[in-house]
């Protein structure tokens, strides 16, 4: 294996230090292998328990739209401001859950490579809360590169 082609790159954003970090990343293999690039945010309704093991979501639908629209309305100017510097980009809102999302559209996309940020988190915080990159790095369908930053 002589080259690497990388024609598509997903990149989830999550709007952190950490995504933005992991997007710049994202845009310079974008331009270094002319691929396509595909920012990705993906809503999480927030689920409250009940006694026993249901669970409801405490925010109307109504809300998680206006949600999903601001989110929309940011990664836009995001791939405005790729789009001038000559990068192919697109933007994806969804909802659900992070790590699910994120390869449901690695393998639409017939993504290459997906490229994303990590907060690093260990110990308590990493049990609780667990780690969508780790899910998303044992589960991918194509390569994932996983930004940390310093």
Do not use: W
């Not at 024609?7 to 710049?24: E, G, N, T």
């Not at 390869?103 to 690093?120: C, F, K, N, Q, Y």
């Amino acid at each position: 294996m002589n080259t690497i082609t990388c024609k598509q790159i997903l990149c989830p954003v999550d709007f952190s230090d950490f995504s933005d970090y992991a997007m710049r990343y994202a845009a310079l293999l974008a331009q270094k292998f002319e691929a396509r690039l595909t920012l990705l945010h993906v809503v999480a309704p927030i689920l409250v328990p009940l006694p026993g093991d249901a669970l409801v979501p405490p925010m109307r639908q109504a809300d998680l739209a206006d949600i999903a629209d601001a989110c929309r309305e940011r990664l836009t100017r995001t791939a405005g401001d790729l789009a001038e510097k000559g990068i192919a980009v697109a933007c994806q809102v969804t909802s659900g859950v992070p790590y699910l999302e994120i390869l449901r559209m690695a393998e639409e996309l017939h993504a290459d490579m997906i490229v994303m940020g990590t907060h690093g988190r260990s110990g308590l915080v990493h049990l609780m809360i667990g780690s969508v990159a780790e899910r998303v790095v044992r589960k991918a369908p194509c390569a994932v590169l996983t930004v940390k930053r310093h």
